[in-house]
């Protein structure tokens, strides 16, 4: 099967059809009408396996990963999606592996009206990236450097699930008494199906905040936030949103390293000013988006992390390639 | 060094500023304020060490690469460049192999006014992602499909070079008798430092052209014109534009098959009604952009090579990863 027959086959044929595509997959570049009164908002991204999902992830989960994890980029800018390139490199053109992905990229592209709009497909160790492309107003973007001291801070959702169901994995071989149960298969799916907050960061928008999508650890990414912005933060640990199925697998004692360092959760951690707080609260209620306040952004920099109002020394690490 | 660090480093001190950029590299997103009155080109070219370039290149020429040959597509499209997002895998973070791969990039991308917006730095087997957006009116874009019976075919520059620098690279270990001379430094440039023909297809969308890049090869280049379009194609082998330097390598014998075949030229290939010829012609000849004829398309579906008007059975043969 040559190069050219797969992605007739695999990718020439997205779902989602928009009107802003004036020529898609097949010609030398896709042609692509933007919006008159918007700004676009571009991000990119790589998944290799054995670094970015273990190596035994299925390729539907892969599929859907992918796009999520760039869907998330789009979440944090508070941004609409349209389109996405796709470069994958494969070991060798396997008809079944390349349906399943695409069943799982389709999946959420359906779901956030995405558009696949070209791409390259080329022999080599798994890898997937992911150009993708949405539509904000450049005014409200959800700017890193929007915070300032007294903002309090919240995160969308809960978080430290995925580490649990990465840890789950990776750990598989090297002993026989693997955890398993309801909350494994749940801090798994939390792993491989991260729902990107498009919803909530667009209705952030409405809000002079700052947001990032956690993907490296609550601590690294705030610590981005904090930077940006040239502010620090006090973060309350023991306010933290933890799941049930977590607190399970913790036996109530949560590791709070892990889960202050831990990635893959794919929620927003984002600022507010105290006198919009109410207002955005009743915002999100009314969406049923779940959010908690964990701390406030202080003038004075770093990230101090308090449990019951004692101050902890917790580690600032993130995953780092390198 | 953390892949924080090296972004910082290497990627944020972009050459290029352009006043669309409204928010480059740092954010979850890059903000773009695309033009109002075009609509955009994109297209995704992944360069994969062993398999798009031999391992033995150094960091410089992979860097101009990378971009030329993204280039290279929005030429075939006509379109003029404006973003490129950069999704890098490196095995390991080299400062001196990070510096030059910049160098040659950034020389490419100055020369074209081209802004870094944004990427992905991953630890992994060497290979290189590029996205890139030019803007091109739609209605004048240079669409596969354009090509009609009774056109002219045309190629920019000389074809044939790239294979003879590449197949010198890849035979050197296996032979003690490598060729060397100014003929074989001048075909390994070209392998190296492809000029995307951007002039040459933003000047042909003043005409009603058909256009491709080279870079699997002119015959299968030209077949994906010829499938988009629904004709065929007449080719006079006779009339292929040579280098000195390629009629050197073969002894003036030059070895048709190879020509035909060989990818990683990065000139056009372009069709034109009988009617706009002169006035085509002289708009080249008017900013010194080589062009040749080479054949003409036909009704009748399949490419039909001609030596001294005598058909010749060449495979239609181009590269194939699978």
């Given at each position: ?23 898609g ?8 009408a ?20 273990p ?26 999606p ?6 994958i ?5 396997n ?16 779901k956030?009206n ?60 090297k ?16 792993l ?22 956690i993907?490296?650890g609550?601590m ?29 697998y913790?036996?109530k004692?949560?590791?709070?390293q ?12 984002f ?6 707080l ?10 049923e ?16 992390c ?9 580690k600032?690490a ?5």
């Amino acid at each position: 099967m040559s190069e050219f027959d797969l992605i007739n086959q695999f990718f020439k044929t997205t779902i989602v059809k928009r009107n802003d595509v004036l020529l898609g997959i097949g010609d030398d570049c896709a042609i692509l009408a933007p919006p008159a009164n918007k700004t676009l908002a571009v991000s990119t991204d790589t998944l290799i396996s054995g670094v970015h999902f273990p190596e035994s992830t299925c390729a539907e989960d892969i599929g859907y990963k992918s796009l999520a994890v760039n869907l998330s980029d789009l979440a944090a800018m508070g941004a609409e999606p349209a389109w996405a390139s796709l470069a994958i490199s494969l070991p060798e053109a396997n008809k079944s592996w390349l349906q399943g992905f695409m069943q799982g990229f389709n999946e959420l592209a359906e779901k956030h009206n995405v558009s696949l709009i070209g791409g390259d497909t080329t022999q080599g160790p798994l890898s997937v990236t992911i150009n993708i492309t949405g539509f904000v107003d450049s005014n409200t973007a959800l700017k890193r450097s929007n915070a300032k001291a007294g903002d309090a801070i919240f995160v969308t959702g809960n978080i430290g699930d995925a580490f649990i169901g990465l840890d789950t994995i990776l750990n598989k071989s090297k002993s026989d008494q693997k955890p398993s149960g309801f909350f494994i298969d749940y801090c798994i799916k939390r792993l491989n199906r991260p729902q990107p907050r498009l919803k909530a960061g667009q209705l952030l928008t409405a809000f002079p905040v700052a947001a990032i999508d956690i993907s490296d650890g609550l601590m690294a990414d705030l610590n981005h936030i904090c930077k940006a912005s040239g502010v620090g933060a006090k973060l309350k640990i023991d306010k933290l949103p933890l799941s049930a199925e977590l607190m399970h697998y913790y036996n109530k004692n949560p590791d709070w390293q892990r889960i202050l360092s831990a990635g893959d959760d794919y929620e927003l951690c984002f600022t507010c000013p105290e006198n919009k707080l109410s207002e955005m609260k009743q915002l999100m209620r009314s969406h049923e988006i779940d959010i908690t306040c964990i701390g406030e952004i202080t003038a004075s920099p770093g990230i101090k992390c308090f449990l019951n109002n004692e101050i902890q020394s917790f580690k600032l690490a993130g995953y780092n390639h390198f």
